[in-house]
């Protein structure tokens, strides 16, 4: 019998196959015995008649616990009742091999668990549809990243984790000893080393880990995330905006044409995806900031009141974003930032050098910044200078001001955080569930 995925269970109505996972649930219905079972690539209900099977395995199965792992054969019948992922078809068993029955104690049994338990069973949380469904898409993600870049002529360059100095600020910086070489750090971007690439290949990406010691502990914050950031030569803001929304629409267009039933799963509004299409509306710091003024000024709830307090130079903290994005049913670019609040490398606005130009991408239904970009500064001594300034060690980034010396031309690129990403399209409350194993300031384990 054709060993199947449960994914593709469709093709396969009045045949018979064989498919191999584990019991997800069990409902016994007399001489009935329904089980859920997931294969990694689905959930599938499979059904035993007890006439169907030999007393004793029928007797086994009336006892089997959640989690046991088993092979199935029998007849894939479409039923639009059937439970599963995605759903609407059952097997009929006509032969079944328990690979082993799990231990009685699951601790992920199925009832509520609080979100401590979970986190600290995330190896056993995983297997469970919700769970699932989000790592599914960000798999899709991932590969739709890569795809784009492909497609759009981009070669992707691997930067070192192990780095001598600070790309986004100092205060979140992972050190480590690093031989007799003094102190490494793990890498906050590998932005700077892109900008290196690019003057011997054009258009390039990289794309791994990436380590902040934020002591931020919000939703959108963890410790060790994956960025990824193309970088590209000849390109400015405008064509860097162009670049982010067609490869966002990519990303977006991909998930929704192959994980459907996983977006369905998990109750995410397929209208809201639907609308994500280039291009994405775009306005300056300057407008969002009187936008956040307005509201300022008309909101009467003293406490909201207080979350979106803000004056011109200021950074956007996540209800400011909320509220910008709130306007739009698309993602929003928001560009011209104060210089102040951004890192040292973005090249100054003309004429304006206490804005820079720098472009957030903020997701809708309050998601906010995915994306943060920049043209990169041009000027040696102005970069020079903001090192300094910057409080940075001029000798760390002496091949890094070379770049500005041989050959320069005007480089744009950003950084998409695949985790914020990944939230957002799935609809969901907290990035900790949009990677496999999260690491959060009070979480390493498991
Ligand atoms: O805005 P950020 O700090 O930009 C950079 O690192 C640039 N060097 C990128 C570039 O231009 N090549 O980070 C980029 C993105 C953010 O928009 C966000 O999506 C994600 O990385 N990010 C985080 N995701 C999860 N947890 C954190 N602590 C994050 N910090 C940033
Ligand atoms: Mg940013």
């Known amino acids: 019998m054709k060993l199947i995925r449960v994914e593709d269970i469709a093709k396969y109505t009045g045949q018979q196959v ?37 007393a004793a395995i029928f007797d086994q199965l009336t006892r089997l616990p959640q989690e046991s792992s088993v092979i199935v054969s029998g007849e894939v019948r479409e039923d639009k009742r059937a439970p599963g992922i995605p759903g609407g078809y059952e097997i009929g068993i006509k032969e079944i091999k328990i690979i082993q029955a799990a231990a009685e104690d699951y601790p992920m049994a199925l009832k509520e668990h ?18 699932w469904a989000i790592l599914r898409i960000r798999g899709t993600v991932v590969s739709a990243i890569r795809e784009w870049f492909e497609i759009n002529g981009f070669i992707n360059m691997d930067t070192p984790i192990l780095t001598p100095a600070a790309v986004e600020g100092t205060t979140t910086l992972f ?82 044409r192959e994980r459907g039933p996983e977006l369905k799963s ?33 909101e009467t709830d003293p406490e909201k009141k207080e979350l979106i307090k803000f004056e011109w130079g200021m950074d956007f903290g996540a209800p400011h974003e909320a509220l910008l994005t709130s306007h739009y049913d698309k993602p929003l670019f928001v560009f011209g930032y104060p210089t102040q609040v951004k890192a040292f490398y973005m090249e100054p606005w003309p004429g304006r050098p206490e804005v820079c130009k720098s472009v957030d991408l903020l997701a809708p239904e309050g998601y906010g910044e995915i994306i943060g970009g920049s043209e990169r500064m041009s000027s040696p001594d102005l970069l020079l200078q903001r090192i300094h300034e910057h409080g940075l060690p001029e000798a760390a980034y002496k091949w890094y001001m070379d770049l500005r010396r041989y050959g320069s031309v005007p480089h744009s690129g950003f950084g998409m955080g695949v985790e914020r990403t990944v939230a957002w399209i799935c609809g969901i409350e907290h990035i900790r569930e949009t990677i496999a194993f999260p690491r959060m300031i009070k979480r390493m384990y498991p």
């Not at 979100?115 to 919700?130: G, Q, T, Y």
């Not at 410790?223 to 193309?230: K, R």
Request: hydrophobic share 40%; glycine share 6%; proline share 4%.
């Open 18 to 54: 064989t498919a191999q996972g584990w019991v997800y649930s069990r409902t016994d219905k007399g001489k009935l015995v329904f089980l859920l079972l997931r294969d990694g690539s689905g959930f599938v209900q499979c059904v035993a008649f007890k006439d169907d099977l030999p």
């Open 266 to 298: 998990l109750g995410r509004e397929l209208a809201k995806l639907e609308n994500i299409e280039a291009p994405f509306p775009r306005i300056s710091y300057d407008e969002a900031a009187k936008i956040i003024q307005e509201s300022y000024e008309k």
């Open 175 to 256: 050190e480590t000893e690093y031989f007799d070489e003094g102190k490494a750090y793990l890498s906050q971007s590998g932005q700077l080393y892109n900008e290196a690439n690019i003057m011997a290949f054009g258009k390039v990406y990289c794309f791994g880990p990436t380590f902040r010691a934020e002591k931020s502990k919000t939703r959108r914050h963890l410790t060790e995330f994956w960025m990824v950031e193309p970088e590209i030569a000849f390109c400015d803001l405008d064509g860097l905006m162009e670049v982010e929304e067609q490869f966002v629409t990519h990303i977006v267009k991909r998930v929704m």
């Open 114 to 131: 609080g979100v401590d338990f979970s986190l600290d069973n995330r190896h056993l949380w995983i297997r469970m549809p919700s769970q």
